[in-house]
């Protein structure tokens, strides 16, 4: 197992935008919707939004920090729809602590993420860039939300479709996670001055680790455990979602395990062996095995989108940071 070095380098840059997100926390009044709000963004995460608009600022020749109110903004906005992501997948833990629902309830739940959606517009706003580059900031930042609210529509409608494709698949991805990676490269682009050519080549990159990001996830749903992953495993299958993994199994399977996989999809009362037996099932007949390998290529086409990245160190840079995203443990 590699530890990619990749995290470890950027713990200054970690640290203030933890410090400019822990802040922007402190404008809210009431101590319970204070504390909602702050439950996430207190527990921990990777800030893999926040940290990839600061290097796509600095690989279009600008400076990193510029870039932290609006990588920032992207953060409220990501920990917002994991609270509401948490309600829609019923996940008691993330972070490794409790959801924010399980903790304070599920009209408490809705209004921090209210707040937190809210307060990512105002934070924006502190970036140092002119009006026209401010306008594409809120626009993008806009954009993202709308389109990953489709996205976890389309993840919690395929739940109850028989018939999901891969390229439908991707399309949900695409909206609920890859949209938001796109907008942190698209955005610090644009903060870093760089070219229309830079942006839109930063943009597809964002794009596609997006992608392989998220499949990476759900292959951590089947192949970790709750104290590495900080979340819920197998909470996929008992919620019945149509991962590439799924998938790409039931195209395959055929007699009693193709029977006992349908039958634990989306058993809410399944017990821990039935889930156990379907991951197992996936392991099997190599439908996880199949899912990695379509990450990795897309990280591979990704790379191929840093060529408009004229220094070296910058270019390998947001190369590791695109393996992180299919290697990680967490
Ligand atoms: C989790 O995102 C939600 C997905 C889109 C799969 P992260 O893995 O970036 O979560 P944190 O921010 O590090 O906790
Ligand atoms: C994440 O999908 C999508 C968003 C939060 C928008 P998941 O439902 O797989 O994320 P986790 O696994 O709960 O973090
Ligand atoms: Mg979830
Ligand atoms: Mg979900
Ligand atoms: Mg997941």
Redesign the pocket.
């Known amino acids: 197992v590699i530890d990619l070095a990749f995290p470890d380098e950027y713990k200054d840059r970690v640290k203030k935008v933890n410090e400019y997100l822990m802040r922007s926390m402190d404008v809210v009044e009431n101590k319970t919707l204070k504390a909602a709000m702050a439950h996430y963004p207190a527990a921990g995460g990777k800030r893999l939004r926040p940290l990839l608009a600061t290097m796509a600022s600095e690989a279009a020749g600008g400076k990193y920090d510029k870039a932290i109110p609006f990588g920032v903004a992207l953060e409220i906005v990501h920990n917002f729809s994991l609270v509401h992501?948490?309600v829609?997948?019923e996940?008691d833990t993330r972070r490794g602590i409790k959801t924010v629902h399980s903790t304070y309830g599920i009209p408490e739940a809705i209004l921090s993420g209210d707040a937190l959606f809210a307060r990512a517009f105002e934070v924006v706003l502190d970036s140092d860039v002119d009006d026209t580059d401010l306008v594409r900031l809120v626009d993008i930042l806009a954009r993202s939300v709308r389109l990953l609210a489709e996205g976890q529509q389309m993840d919690m409608d395929f739940e109850s479709t028989k018939r999901v494709s891969s390229s439908d698949y991707m399309k949900m991805v695409e909206y609920k996670t890859a949209v938001l990676y796109s907008a942190a490269a698209r955005g610090g682009a644009i903060i870093g001055g760089g070219t229309d050519v830079q942006e839109e080549a930063l943009a597809e990159f964002g794009r596609l680790i997006g992608l392989g990001f998220q499949i990476w996830d759900d292959v951590l749903d089947l192949r970790s455990d709750k104290e590495t992953f900080g979340k819920p495993v197998l909470n996929d299958i008992r919620n019945g979602k149509k991962t590439l993994i799924v998938i790409q199994a039931l195209e395959d399977l055929k007699g009693p395990d193709r029977v006992e996989l349908l039958s634990a999809l989306g058993k809410k009362n399944a017990m821990p062996r039935e889930l156990v037996r379907a991951r197992d099932i996936l392991e099997k007949v190599g439908a996880i095995d199949h899912a990695t390998k379509v990450a990795d290529e897309l990280v591979k086409e990704a790379k191929k989108a840093l060529k408009v990245v004229k220094n070296p160190a910058h270019r390998k840079a947001l190369s590791e940071f695109a393996d992180y995203m299919v290697k990680r443990k967490s």
């Open positions: 992501d948490d829609m997948d996940d």
